[in-house]
């Protein structure tokens, strides 16, 4: 079992920066892959970023490659998402989620475990 709680969400200009947190609960948060994801109104929820035990596996969705960077911080039990050059459409609320496979996958329905979610709003 892993709890997670995001933070570091809020309103910013187009072009702004933000850094997102998700702190995990329990001792094991080195056999987790964490992933990030995120659901606009109206839209269904799709997937951001994930990153594998250690780093080794790391995977973006095309629309924040080149923008956003995932890293995670095991002695913290902490997985974090900058974002750069921030997009209006990039407004949503961003959900971390966890998985006790090694894989940094893309696909909802591999993610267990789940946050409550941070907004993020980007204005134009």
């Known amino acids: 079992q892993v709890q997670l709680v995001e933070s570091g969400g809020g309103l910013v200009q187009a072009g702004g920066s933000l850094r997102l947190s998700c702190a995990a609960s329990?001792?094991?948060?080195?056999?987790?892959?964490l992933g990030w994801f995120r659901q606009a109104p109206g839209k269904e929820r799709e997937f951001v970023a994930a990153?594998?035990?250690?780093?080794?596996?790391?995977n973006y969705a095309d629309s924040v490659k080149g923008r956003f960077t995932i890293s995670r911080d095991n002695a913290k039990n902490t997985v974090y998402l900058q974002m750069n050059s921030l997009k209006p459409e990039d407004t949503a609320v961003y959900s971390c989620?966890?998985?006790?496979?090694?894989?940094?996958?893309?696909?909802?329905?591999?993610?267990?475990?789940w946050g409550q979610g941070t907004q993020v709003t980007v204005s134009s």
């Open positions: 329990g001792r094991t948060f080195n056999t987790y892959t």
């Open positions: 989620a966890a998985t006790r496979n090694n894989y940094a996958g893309s696909l909802i329905r591999e993610y267990d475990y």
């Open positions: 990153i594998s035990w250690f780093g080794a596996r790391i």
